[in-house]
């Protein structure tokens, strides 16, 4: 789900319940493996699939040829362990000399691995010349024109294999998918049912089927049956007995760990997949399925870095790997980039141009483009090789959801619903779909149906879970909001909440010129594991995650939620999350995140983020500031907090930039106009400002550099140990300030007389060098000669009048002195020409205090709100101050945040009522006191 957070891992809202046992004559018959056709699902509901592979638990595993009579086994051991090379140069020798099949079949084998394609179609044609008509090596040929898209020369091949041994596993599995794939369901059907027939044919005659690659197909189609026929326990059934046995037939087996992976994965039960795909890895590190699992694991979990590490591991192996290329495309689309998505996307299709999970991603890429033709073109493609092309619409459902395209997502679904009635994918999705956007009573009737085709779908299941919870939530209604949440918890949050909704909700409609057609859902959530659950449907929001919002629905944690208390100004979360709604919903969900997140942060009115500054000015200089092209991906890169942050910054200063630079507010409300059509950043700037995109980009960076500019302040110095900067300094003792940072070195290792030496001698050269001054002051003071320190940094003072290190001693050595006339003067004049160079506010606020002005210390108090709004203790001694100045409507802001940090904190709520009482708001003192009854 792709939903706007603003900046809490929990356990499965289902948690993992212990493997229940097969009922006695249900999925097993009293024969040994036997397969029961009539088994009906067991009703468990939402948990992950039980006992999977002794307790391990994405991408479709490649399989093997049935094996030939001489395996030999060592090379296939290196093969199944990912020593490709040596498995390759073994299996080349053999076909050299023996050329027996199964020489040319591991050619074929560790070629595929390679990507290789044409050397493997080589090796098996070669082997086909030696042995004509082996079906194995027919069949092996079958798979491998399948895996390229090339269904009626699988076919061929297939036929051909199955006339010389109608019971051969791989060509008739190439024979299902390709049916399948084609949309012949009836036909496809009946040859997955032939497998599961086969294996219990084999358990009732007591000739079990032992061979791993055989084992693997009845996996396979074993799932397709019991997705086809609605029997969810025969999935159950073929993680817990018929991988199980591959792996015991064959130790070396890894894609049975890897088909248990996908799996669990596709039922988003993340911790067993993740165990099952290292399990694979453990055996074959190369293994290609598993590395795109793994990855894909990450993905769900929002770790976008390490998805894109495993999907880079599995194309270091295999570059034509289609899962991979996949993978590392859905990584730039959940960023934003859909140039670089749609190349990988290109070489997945050129390797197999019949894959529908790329061709779905494709036509997904169509759409976002606002690209009608286009994407009409890519289902055309679709369709004109597969009649029902479900999965593909499904894939498209999901991925245009991830991308808020809530409407044409489903339509995809209910397409894939009617092709294929019982897919349970599509049903979850339609119904995870109509959860996202609040439609609570048709998500749980559609929710309910996905459950009970596929009752393992963990996010399915936590869906439900949330919306039983909210069942038992109130609701009360404003003109423009339903606001649910917890009786008992949160009554007197949401009594603050609908005045606070409304005010923000009438200026953001001024400001951007619409007003939402419909009423927005707002949920505060008692429990942050159900907040978690509504959200993300699974662990993995950041911890400090505050809020959320799909567009027409907003979520929220209750400060007090789980009985504890969270600290912080929920109002400006409200606001945040309310901005995201009208631009989601003004620009039909197109706009960009840089821009809605921008206009969040604006809309809160702090300055919260002012603190970036030095980090900016850092990266300015080191042409690593974040651009269009690249600041979606920032804002996903959890494991980066400076990256994530400064994203936000520069979120902010594009807004700013745009109101300054192309007429204002209004210069706002034409691009979000300009976004309702399409998601192209270069074709909404034309539109709007008839732009540029470059042109548009360097009027930015322009105005970076000015913002840094105005912060003032210095460009940290290089860090150098201490033994590097004496060798720095021996070497270029000419140079002062290296020379001044050395002295500073030695005072705390104790060499204080060379320090004041040098010092002295930097000085000498250099009239109230700063650094020098400030060494050769402290050390004064050390001395007891405050007078002497005093002399020493009004000199450096006075020749470096904007050095914010000179500004900042002094200031602290004379209040220190208490002389806070000249104390303060010093650090407001160093505010103003560094600001960037320390915590001036924290100082003035210590001058103004002690020397007892409040009006001084009041202004000051004021800004370090702004860059601290979820500061109690700061705003309710504003809200003091304010009151005794007599200062009425100043007290009633301060005291009013104050009272949204903590709505319980007693004196925040009388220094609000002192102040409304004194302005005459006898209404609304009147309304406040009603909510606390």
């Keep these: 789900m792709n939903t706007l957070i603003t900046v809490v891992t929990v356990a499965l809202l289902s948690g993992p319940t212990p493997p229940a046992p097969l009922p006695s004559g249900g999925a097993r018959s009293a024969e040994r493996g036997a397969w029961n056709e009539s088994q009906e699902p067991s009703g468990i509901r939402g948990c992950p699939l039980c006992a999977p592979l002794e307790g391990r638990g994405a991408g479709r595993v490649g399989l093997r040829a049935d094996p030939p009579a001489v395996d030999y086994p060592a090379l296939k051991q290196r093969l199944q362990r990912g020593n490709y090379a040596e498995a390759l140069e073994g299996y080349d020798r053999l076909a050299k000399s023996e050329k027996p099949v199964a020489a040319f079949l591991g050619q074929a084998a560790c070629h595929r691995a390679l990507g290789a394609s044409t050397q493997a179609l080589d090796a098996l044609d070669t082997g086909l010349k030696a042995a004509p008509e082996n079906p194995d090596l027919l069949a092996a040929r079958a798979d491998l024109f399948y895996a390229l898209g090339k ?31 084609r949309g012949d369901l009836t036909g496809a059907d009946t040859e997955m049912r032939w497998f599961v027939k ?154 197999n141009p019949r894959e529908g999970a790329t061709l779905a991603r494709l036509a997904a890429l169509k759409h976002l483009r606002g690209d009608p033709a286009g994407f009409a073109a890519a289902v055309k493609e679709v369709g004109a090789f597969d009649s029902k092309p479900a999965p593909f619409y499904t894939d498209l459902g999901n991925i245009l959801t991830d991308a808020r395209q809530y409407a044409t997502a489903a339509e995809c679904f209910e397409k894939a619903i009617a092709f294929r009635p019982a897919l349970p994918g599509a049903k979850a999705g339609l119904g995870l779909l109509y959860f996202i956007q609040g439609r609570e009573a048709e998500a749980r009737a559609t929710l309910k149906e996905a459950m009970k085709a596929d009752p393992f779908n963990v996010k399915a299941d936590n869906a439900l879970t949330v919306l039983e919870e909210l069942a038992e939530y109130a609701t009360v209604e404003t003109p423009h909001f339903v606001i649910r949440f917890d009786k008992q918890n949160d009554k007197i949050l949401a009594a603050f909440l609908s005045g606070v909704l409304e005010d923000t909700f009438a200026e953001l409609a001024q400001r951007y010129g619409f007003t939402p057609t419909n009423k927005i859902l707002v949920e505060v959530f008692a429990r942050r594991q159900i907040f978690s659950g509504r959200i993300a449907l699974l662990p993995g929001l950041p911890g400090a995650v505050q809020g959320a919002c799909t567009g027409p ?25 309310l901005t995201h709604a009208f631009n989601l919903l003004q620009t039909s969900n197109h706009v960009p995140v840089w821009l809605t997140e921008g206009l969040a942060v604006r809309s809160e009115k702090t300055s919260r983020f002012a603190q970036m500054t030095p980090l900016l000015r850092d990266r300015l200089a080191a042409g690593t500031t974040f651009d269009l092209d690249t600041i979606t991906r920032a804002y996903k890169r959890f494991t980066q907090p400076n990256d994530v942050m400064l994203a936000y910054y520069q979120g902010l200063l594009y807004v700013e930039f745009i109101v300054k630079r192309y007429g204002g507010e209004a210069s706002v409300a034409k691009l979000l106009a300009a976004y309702h059509t399409t998601t192209d950043t270069a074709l909404a700037l034309g539109t709007a400002f008839g732009v540029e995109k470059v042109a548009f980009e360097a009027g930015y960076r322009k105005y970076l550099e000015e913002t ?3 912060a003032g302040g210095r460009r940290p110095e290089k860090v150098l140990t201490f033994d590097e900067l004496r060798a720095a300094h021996l070497k270029n003792p000419d140079d002062l300030d290296l020379a001044a940072r050395y002295a500073a070195a030695l005072v705390p290792r104790g060499m204080v007389d060379e320090a004041k030496k040098l010092a002295s001698a930097i000085r000498a ?61 010093a650090l407001e004049w160093g505010r103003k020409v560094a600001p960037g160079d320390a ?17 001084r210390l009041a202004s000051v108090l004021a800004q370090q709100a702004l860059a601290n709004p979820d500061d109690l203790a700061l705003h309710l001694r504003l809200a003091k101050l304010y009151t005794n100045a007599g200062k009425h409507a100043d007290a009633e802001r301060a005291a009013r945040a104050a009272l949204y940090i903590d709505l319980l904190n007693a004196e925040a709520k009388d220094l609000l009522l002192a102040a409304l009482a004194a302005q005459k708001k006898d209404q609304e003192v009147e309304a406040i006191r009603k909510r606390y009854e």
Excluded at 322 to 330: E, H, I, S, V
Aim: hydrophobic share 45%.
């Design 151 to 181: 269904w009626d020369e699988a076919n061929t091949d297939a036929d051909a294999a199955l006339k010389k041994q109608p019971g051969h596993f791989l060509a008739r599995w190439t024979r299902a998918r390709v049916l399948r794939d």
């Design 198 to 351: 086969a294996y219990s044919d084999a358990s009732a005659a007591e000739k079990e089927i032992t061979d791993s690659d055989k084992l693997l197909i009845v996996a396979e189609a074993g799932i397709e049956n019991a997705t086809t026929h609605n029997k969810p326990e025969q999935i159950k059934f073929v993680l817990q007995d018929v991988l199980r046995d591959a792996l015991k037939n064959a130790p070396d087996c890894w894609q049975a760990e890897a088909l248990s992976g996908r799996l669990l994965l596709e039922r988003h039960n993340r911790a067993d997949a993740a165990s099952a795909f290292d399990a694979a890895l453990k055996i074959n590190p190369k293994a290609g399925p598993a590395l795109v699992g793994k990855g894909a694991v990450a993905l769900e979990r929002m770790e976008f870095g390490e998805a894109e590490r495993q999907a880079d591991v599995a194309l270091k192996v295999n570059p034509k790997d289609t899962a991979a290329l996949r993978l590392k495309a859905d990584v730039r689309l959940a960023e934003a980039d859909h140039a670089t998505a749609e190349k990988l996307l290109l070489i997945a299709k050129a390797v």
């Design 553 to 577: 629905l907003i979520a929220l944690p209750s400060p007090r939620a789980d009985g504890g208390v969270r600290a912080y100004n929920w109002a400006i979360v409200v606001r945040h999350e």
């Design 708 to 710: 840094v500019k105005a």
């Design 765 to 825: 050269k250099e009239k109230g060098h700063p650094l020098a001054s400030i060494v050769a002051a402290r050390l004064l003071r050390r001395a007891k000669d405050d007078a002497g320190a005093r002399t020493v940094l009004e000199e450096a003072a006075e020749e470096n009048p904007d050095d914010g290190r000179v500004l900042i001693e002094l200031g602290k050595l004379l209040y220190d002195l208490k002389d806070y006339d000249k104390a303060a003067t």
């Design 839 to 855: 915590d001036w506010l924290d100082l003035l606020a210590k001058v103004y205090g002690t020397s007892n002005k409040p009006d």
